[in-house]
């Protein structure tokens, strides 16, 4: 097996998951104008979770920020009041970007301290999200490579065909569609519900636009978390590039976990025997190639497998720059970052998910224990995989957000030595990052706005930032990177949890209150959570 076959099925597993009008000087827009009181009520349909007490409301905001007078949308925004009298509001993202957030406190309810319930706790669904003015990008999906040899036939979406789709529902509104946006959307409801500060929880893509929410109106930003940091320095090319180191070492924590429980699973008493089995059940259930790693500790001898086109194709015959060619592969990465193939192969899909959080370990392993005893028992891997489903309109955002802002200009002589990596036997991770960092997520697509230059030092109090230190979606950099720029103060956690507040964590679940009610931050370094 080369390189390029591990490289490739990795990031299959990794890069979903995680991550413009704005063309304008912040300085040169106006704050959001005062609004009427907003009326909450019934949630729309499917959106939060029965009986958690969450409310709804609708908010119309500017579709262009820049033009204030201009066209409308309109954002869903949920509410779920204090219990007795309010501390003040809080405000959350999960994520993403693309993730649903209308939901996130109510199911959270039982998770996080109890403390949380003295607050007032809003979410707002993101601009272009499904009941916020949805993207509507439906295309029949035309002009996709053939998928590679047993692999199930994956309907993509062309990038220009989706983004002449998306203008021609409605003029102008894809453009918007960037992190700046976002947090004058945020703004714009903070305006509406009369409240002079927010504080503020985000988790991964939720990081940043947390950051940016705060370099742009300091003066409106409580206290933030943030948790499980994007790099500002990595938007968004090299942030995915990344991924595919900090992804790996945490595909090995967790065969090596499972080889540690072989008593409970049996699946294999060491890291390499786990693999090994793991490697087979994909691609047993039509994996092929997707399931070719480089098996724990790494430094291995290449496995047998065909290598998959276009890269075999340049591996034979090198790389000659053609529109042609550069558009095989450009449809090859869109492939793998839409998740196409880990929707076909369940155990693909549910190694994903388990490199989210040690949580989902147990599960996991013993879903694949099921799988490895009966094959047609993978009730327990779609049930995992399930944890990571996303709306299209979600998946329509994140390529919005990413190719609209992606600020690393993509560097096509990289194909080449990608190719060169795959066809020596070297390192699958390399050739992985290289292909990222060609541009190929994007391809055609080229940026329309500038990110935004985090800077937190006008904030009154300085944001906590929590950063796990094998996090394998945003990788363990992004924590002290992204607490320079907002001058914060970063609790490395041990281990790799994606995601690291509400997990049962006594240590930094009581961190995070102290600083919400004080502004205080006593630690710099906790445990891991315990599993469930």
Not at 263 to 287: I, K, M, S
Request: proline content about 7%; glycine content about 10%.
């Amino acid at each position: 097996m080369t390189s390029a076959q591990r490289a490739a099925g990795l990031a299959a597993l990794l890069v979903a998951g995680l991550l413009g009008a704005a063309t304008a000087a912040p300085a040169l827009l106006a704050p959001a104008a005062a609004a009427p009181a907003v009326a909450f009520g019934d949630c729309p349909e499917g959106a939060v979770p029965a009986g958690r007490g969450v409310q709804c409301a609708v908010v119309d905001v500017p579709m262009n920020h820049a033009d204030p007078d201009g066209a409308t949308i309109e954002l869903t925004v949920s509410r779920i009041p204090a219990d007795g009298s309010s501390r003040g509001v809080i405000a959350a993202n999960p994520g993403g970007p693309g993730a649903d957030a209308l939901d996130y406190w109510a199911r959270r309810i039982d998770t996080f301290p109890a403390a949380l319930k003295q607050y007032d706790r809003i979410a707002v669904q993101p601009r272009g999200m499904r009941w916020s003015t949805p993207l509507d990008c439906a295309v029949k999906p035309t002009g996709a490579e053939p998928a590679p040899a047993g692999v199930k036939e994956i309907a993509l979406r062309p990038r220009d065909d989706m983004r002449a789709t998306c203008e021609a529902a409605l003029p102008g509104y894809l453009d918007t569609i960037t992190t700046e946006s976002t947090a004058r959307d945020l703004d714009a409801v903070r305006s509406a519900l009369g409240v002079e500060r927010l504080d503020y929880l985000g988790t991964s893509y939720g990081t940043y636009l947390g950051a940016v929410y705060a370099t742009l109106f300091p003066e409106h930003t409580g206290r933030m978390v943030l948790d499980s940091n994007v790099n500002p320095g990595w938007v968004w090319t090299e942030e995915f590039a990344q991924q595919q180191v900090a992804g790996k070492q945490r595909l090995d924590d967790l065969f090596a976990w499972i080889a540690e429980h072989d008593g409970e699973y049996g699946l294999g008493n060491t890291p390499l025997q786990v693999y090994r089995n793991w490697v087979r059940l994909v691609a047993d259930q039509g994996g092929g190639w997707y399931a070719n790693l480089t098996p724990p500790p790494a430094a291995v001898s290449d496995l047998p497998g065909a290598l998959p086109e276009p890269l075999a194709e340049i591996a034979r015959d090198g790389f000659n720059g053609s529109v042609e060619q550069i558009g095989k592969v450009q449809n090859l990465t869109r492939t793998l970052v839409a998740g196409g193939t880990s929707a076909q192969v369940p155990l693909l899909g549910a190694t994903t998910v388990a490199t989210y959080t040690r949580a989902f370990w147990p599960n996991f392993a013993r879903a694949m224990s099921d799988a490895n005893a009966d094959p047609r028992n993978i009730g327990k891997l779609l049930a995992l995989e399930g944890a990571s489903s996303s709306d299209p309109t979600g998946q329509v955002v994140f390529t919005a957000i990413t190719c609209n802002e992606n600020a690393v200009e993509p560097r096509l002589e990289l194909i080449a030595v990608a190719a060169g990596t795959i066809a020596s036997g070297g390192s699958a991770m390399e050739a992985r990052a290289n292909l990222v960092r060609a541009g190929m997520n994007c391809g055609s697509w080229r940026p329309v706005a500038k990110p935004v230059a985090v800077d937190g030092a006008a904030l009154r109090t300085p944001p906590l930032l929590l950063q796990s230190r094998y996090d394998a979606l945003t990788a363990y950099e992004g924590g002290p990177a992204l607490a320079r720029a907002v001058h914060g103060k970063l609790i490395v956690v041990d281990g790799g949890d994606h995601g690291t507040f509400g997990r049962g964590n006594g240590t930094v679940d009581g961190a995070v209150v102290r600083y919400l009610e004080t502004g205080e931050v006593g630690i710099d370094r906790a445990e891991q959570a315990p599993l469930p």
